[in-house]
């Protein structure tokens, strides 16, 4: 296999107790990937709105170069944005990137410390100047409307540190601005300060943003090679397009596993990476999932695991709960940093002669083969997905293919992926309380909402 | 109040779209919580199994001081467990302790650095090694039974590389066993090399051990005031303790909401705090949750959330989507960073002047209100639990606060919700795979199910 390798054997046929996917009713979606494949391929080729990502593979990287080593003069750099502007970034930095990259001393990293910070949490914001001298910090700003609240108010906030570390002439110097081509505040304040600024191409909504400039600078400062990575995304996307019946296609398959078990009332999806290196993978998937599937009373919850520290979490309710769920395992075949447990000269730990000499990275697959195997058994349905090696290209490629198949089971069900209509309402009421002009009526009923939460409470 | 306020009106009540639970419901399960807590109190003083952690609030705490305090002299302590052996510490960790702790200067700290090695990934271990040296490295292993395959897989590996830095024979002084008070491995290792050892008590489960030994130890290290800790459990204890009557008792009401919106087809449960300072107190809830209550085909699914990120990540879903959760929202309301967004001389912001000198923390609280605001109006049912600041007393009587409503809910549900049988198959699979003695039929049935997964498969 060159990027993976998809087993749903655990997913079809009669075994299970609840409701079984048929192999005939996966066949019988060909039609209907056929005309999603189809309506995405043309959905680029028109320049739609929300399909940009589809191109991200074939960007010119340029700027993207330029800015990413000119971060490489600071000792720090933060990253202000939220959702899809904060998400990909640490989704890459943690597959790879050092786990303790930050407690790595400066002379021997690729580059410098990366902070994110992604909530309006004060907390977190005055953490982060706890341990970075702001003089030596670059600020990499990411909204597409350049309004995004949380984002805009860190922005303010550190950016006033600045100014007052290095002086409000010199203080531009240290930002790079990633927003829209010509719209919204940030733009303003790039064009009115001179700072350094990316576009985030149009019609490339924030979840699906990690292959531009959003994810890609932070990358390339912390040392990723995004050559590779874009790559990846593009040799997957390639042998997709090339794959136009249902049995051939893992990604269709995926998809319509995921359609069809969610109609059969398995509301959860739960995406269990075997690999500390895809912790922050999961996270990214959920909100991709989420913003692309939750709307118009539709939508399975994507839940986020970690092998094998969730067998000692949630596995007891995986196997022995309701069969709400439809699992997917994955496994990362090989790692560089092999460790053989050694065997330890003490005969009070001889009841652990079973663990001596072998390969800790043996250890998790069977560990995650066992977990399969025990879902399986209990009568609920599991996928596996294996992955070779975690390189640049084969996270490229595994991006790319989860972006196309959350959007083509978009498509299964008969809802836009690419919209996010239901986090409106939320802004709205925030900007009311936060007394901005105009939403004083949404301040009003806001207010009345949360009353009728009040009218029933109890202290301790 | 003193610890918590639950606000529940947003809970009851016929507003909903989908079923609704009528307050009248919620007063009849009175007889059920009365029964279910004087089932809780019987246990603790026959000394039941699984019972154990309600004593723990009022245990004597000289031994977890005097190795807290050991951990001193260390630069760094590395805590090898998984679950319940790992989940507390982090718990308190994130609650209690500068974000970046291990960044900053050892001589700033209160304590060594802290590391918890809790999975069997050979990338997340050896990466430890990376950044501590370990002849300067203490290690705190925890594990009641001395067997759970990956804390002692990571245990022969960390032991090792000390007895390889600082010799054989004093390896064992840079060791404290946390385990069974005399059965297993862990605690034959203790006797056999000498290293210090403490006991978590029989009858005190691994997912409600965190004011054991277990979680305190790295506290005390870690500069966190246990005592406060302790205290406002017990603080808590007393109060649930002194009201019996379902309206009167916050831990009983949200106890049955959960029941009851569980038994109308709410499968998932949202617990979404606004604070960064409660994002692993949230994966702690969920393994307790998820162990206690999984089994006979029942429970519904902690989903891990966090205020007010996933309002660009999972709000969507949860506003739009189905009408399948329960949602708590936890908010804070006092912090000890305050910041005050700061308004820029920078006509091109103007459009933020909202925003200006505006408290970041009242803002984080507006997000919450908002999206309770939204949840709410789209037709499904909200808690909010309103916290005073967050505190060792204040976390200490969380921690008993939902300890007690989970085990609560468990006997409602008709469970015992102090077992874990379902984590035990895939156990058993591990060893057998691991070629452990005794184990070879398990091998061969997971080997069996795995094949009937493979007969599907698909590369890329």
Aim: charged content about 25%.
């Amino acid at each position: 296999m060159d990027f993976l390798k998809l087993v749903y054997g655990g997913s079809t046929g009669a075994v299970f107790k609840g409701p079984a996917v048929d192999p005939v009713e996966l066949e019988k979606l060909q039609n209907r990937l056929e005309e999603a494949d189809k309506w995405l391929r043309q959905g680029i080729d028109e320049g739609n709105d929300g399909f940009g990502w589809l191109k991200l593979p074939y960007q010119q990287t340029e700027h993207v170069f330029e800015y990413g080593n000119w971060l490489g003069n600071f000792e720090n750099v933060v990253q202000i944005g939220i959702g899809g502007s904060a998400l990909g970034n640490l989704m890459l930095r943690n597959a790879l990137v050092h786990p303790y990259y930050n407690e790595i001393p400066l002379q021997k990293r690729k580059g410098p410390a990366f902070y994110v910070a992604d909530n309006v949490d004060p907390h977190g914001s005055k953490s982060i100047l706890d341990v970075v001298d702001i003089s030596r910090t670059a600020l990499i700003v990411v909204s597409k409307s350049g309004s995004t609240a949380e984002t805009m108010a860190n922005f303010l906030y550190f950016f006033h540190q600045l100014e007052l570390a290095v002086g409000a002439s010199m203080a531009p110097d240290h930002v790079l601005v990633i927003t829209d081509e010509s719209r919204g505040s940030l733009r303003a304040f790039a064009k009115d300060t001179g700072c350094r600024s990316l576009t985030i191409p149009s019609g490339v909504g924030g979840r699906y943003s990690v292959l531009s400039a959003v994810g890609l600078v932070s990358a390339v400062a912390m040392g990723i090679d995004i050559e590779n990575l874009l790559e990846g995304a593009g040799e997957v996307d390639e042998k997709l397009n090339s794959r136009k019946v249902i049995l051939d296609n893992p990604a269709w398959i995926l998809s319509a596993l995921h359609y069809l078990h969610y109609r059969k009332g398995r509301n959860i999806d739960v995406l269990m990476p075997y690999s500390d290196r895809l912790e922050d993978f999961v996270e990214w998937y959920a909100q991709l999932c989420a913003e692309s599937l939750g709307k118009q009373g539709q939508g399975f919850t994507p839940v986020r695991a970690l092998g094998s520290i969730d067998q000692h979490s949630q596995v007891q309710l995986y196997t022995e709960g309701p069969d709400d769920k439809l699992f997917t395992i994955i496994e990362v075949k090989r790692t560089d940093n092999p460790i053989s447990i050694p065997g330890v000269n003490q005969p009070s730990l001889k009841e652990l002669s079973y663990l001596y000499e072998k390969e800790m990275g043996q250890m998790l697959s069977y560990e995650a083969m066992a977990t399969a195997a025990a879902i399986y058994r209990s009568g609920k349905p599991v996928l596996w997905i294996e992955v070779e090696e975690l390189s640049p290209r084969t996270l490229g490629g595994m991006i790319f293919f989860f972006e196309y198949v959350v959007a083509l089971t978009g498509r299964l069900l008969e809802i836009d992926p690419f919209d996010q209509p239901g986090v409106e309402q939320g802004k709205r009421y925030t900007y009311g309380f936060m007394g901005r002009k105009g939403y004083a009526e949404h301040r009003r009923e806001a207010e009345d909402l949360f009353h009728m939460l009040n009218r029933k409470s109890i202290e301790l």
